[in-house]
């Protein structure tokens, strides 16, 4: 059974730095396509990053770029967004999902399993 766990978020200043973390302990995300996402209040669903299960390529919102950098960790079965030089325009609950698809995309659709969120707020 597929549960991911998203930790890390939190309340910084805006200019602060958060690393989030999505992992599942009964899972191995090899070949899978893991993607962020954020929700933040009245808005839609939008994908931040993601990093393809089939060539290890990422992909970011124009939002973010230059920002975020997504990662993973094998051995850990854990993928990392590390985010920099937050804002409060980043301030949403973040969510990591797991798609079947070799290619990274930001289509909700194409997403599987998805994890309880964490809430990361910006404070200016």
């Known amino acids: 059974e597929v549960q991911l766990v998203e930790s890390g978020g939190g309340m910084v200043q805006a200019g602060g730095s958060l690393r989030l973390s999505c992992a599942d302990s009964?899972?191995?995300?090899?070949?899978?396509?893991i993607g962020w996402f954020r929700q933040a209040p009245g808005k839609e669903r939008e994908g931040v990053s993601c990093?393809?299960?089939?060539?290890?390529?990422?992909l970011y919102a124009h939002s973010v770029k230059g920002r975020f950098t997504i990662s993973s960790d094998r051995a850990k079965n854990t993928v990392y967004l590390r985010m920099n030089s937050l804002t409060p325009e980043d301030t949403a609950v973040y969510y990591c999902?797991?798609?079947?698809?070799?290619?990274?995309?930001?289509?909700?659709?194409?997403?599987?399993?998805w994890g309880q969120g964490t809430q990361v707020t910006v404070s200016s």
């Open positions: 990093i393809s299960g089939t060539d290890g390529s990422r």
């Open positions: 009964g899972f191995s995300f090899d070949g899978y396509t």
């Open positions: 999902a797991v798609a079947y698809v070799g290619g990274c995309n930001f289509d909700p659709a194409e997403y599987t399993y």
